[in-house]
C-alpha cells in the first residue's frame, strides 16, 4: 500500500537554527498538509498545500515556517529559527484529490528544540 | 470553526470486552468525520470516516461509529477488543464544504488500554 515517507525520524537542533523537514507524499496524490502534535496535547493543523502554492494555513503557521515542494516528489517544512516551543512531533499527510477522500499519514518526525 | 471534544483522555478495558470512545463536535455547518488510531511510535491510521448516507459506519480492525446529528457525537465503538488494540484514537472533523485544501481539526485523542 503507498506510504507518505518522512525523514529523518527524529531531529535535535539547536533553539535559533534553521531545520527543514522532508516528506515524500503519495505519488499520484494532489493536497499536501503539515501538521504538528506537541507532546501529550491534540494534533494541530499547520498549513495545506496545493497547486504548487498555500491554500490555506492556521495561526500557528506564521512567517517562521515555509512549505516547498522543490522537485516534484519532496514536500518540506523549514522553521527558520526554531524555538523551545517548536520542540513536536511533525506529521505530514497527503489526499488524492478531493475533500471526502482520506488524508494519508506519515509516521512523523520528532523536532527536539535544545 | 470546528472544535472536537473527546471526553475521556484514557480508557482501560479488559481484553473481549467491549469498548465505546466517545467524541462530540461542533460546527455551524455540515461536517465529515473521521477516527484516526495511532500506534506508539507510528504515524495516524485512518480507521473509519463519515461523509453521507447511513449513520453506522463500518471500518478496519473490527470498529464501527455512529454519527449522531441532533447529539453532534460521532462515538466509536468496538464489540470485543484485543491487546493488538492499545493504542491512542483521535476523532477528527473537517468543514463538508470547505474542499480539499482544508486541514482536519482533531480532538485530544484517547489512549485506550487493554488489561488481560
Known amino acids: 500500500e503507498p506510504e507518505v515517507t518522512q525523514t529523518p525520524s527524529h531531529q535535535v537542533t539547536q533553539m535559533g537554527q534553521e531545520v527543514i523537514l522532508r516528506c515524500v507524499p503519495i505519488s499520484n496524490h494532489l493536497y499536501f498538509y503539515w501538521y504538528r502534535q506537541i507532546l501529550g496535547q491534540k494534533v494541530e493543523f499547520l498549513v495545506s498545500?496545493?497547486?504548487?502554492?498555500?491554500?490555506?494555513k492556521s495561526e500557528i503557521f506564521d512567517d517562521q515556517f515555509s512549505v516547498e515542494r522543490p522537485d516534484g516528489s519532496n514536500f518540506t517544512l523549514k522553521i527558520r529559527s526554531t524555538k523551545l516551543e517548536d520542540s513536536a512531533m511533525y506529521f505530514c499527510?497527503?489526499?488524492?484529490?478531493?475533500?471526502?477522500?482520506?488524508?494519508?499519514f506519515g509516521s512523523g518526525t520528532r523536532l527536539t528544540v535544545v | 470553526a470546528q472544535s472536537v471534544t473527546q471526553l475521556d483522555s484514557q480508557v482501560p478495558v479488559f481484553e473481549e470486552a467491549p469498548v465505546e470512545l466517545r467524541c462530540n463536535y461542533s460546527?455551524?455547518?455540515?461536517?465529515?468525520l473521521f477516527w484516526y488510531v495511532q500506534y506508539p511510535n507510528q504515524g495516524l491510521q485512518l480507521l473509519l470516516k463519515?461523509?453521507?448516507?447511513?449513520?453506522l459506519v463500518k471500518g478496519i480492525n473490527g470498529f464501527e461509529a455512529e454519527f449522531n446529528k441532533s447529539q453532534t457525537s460521532f462515538h466509536l465503538r468496538k464489540p470485543s477488543v484485543h491487546i493488538s488494540d492499545t493504542a491512542e484514537y483521535f476523532c477528527?472533523?473537517?468543514?463538508?464544504?470547505?474542499?480539499?485544501?482544508?486541514?482536519?481539526?482533531f480532538g485530544k485523542g484517547t489512549h485506550l488500554i487493554i488489561q488481560p
Open positions: 498545500f496545493y497547486n504548487n502554492e498555500i491554500s490555506e
Open positions: 477528527a472533523v473537517k468543514r463538508g464544504t470547505g474542499g480539499g485544501a482544508d486541514g482536519l481539526t
Open positions: 460546527s455551524s455547518v455540515s461536517v465529515y
Open positions: 499527510a497527503s489526499n488524492p484529490q478531493g475533500e471526502t477522500d482520506g488524508y494519508t
Open positions: 463519515y461523509l453521507s448516507g447511513s449513520t
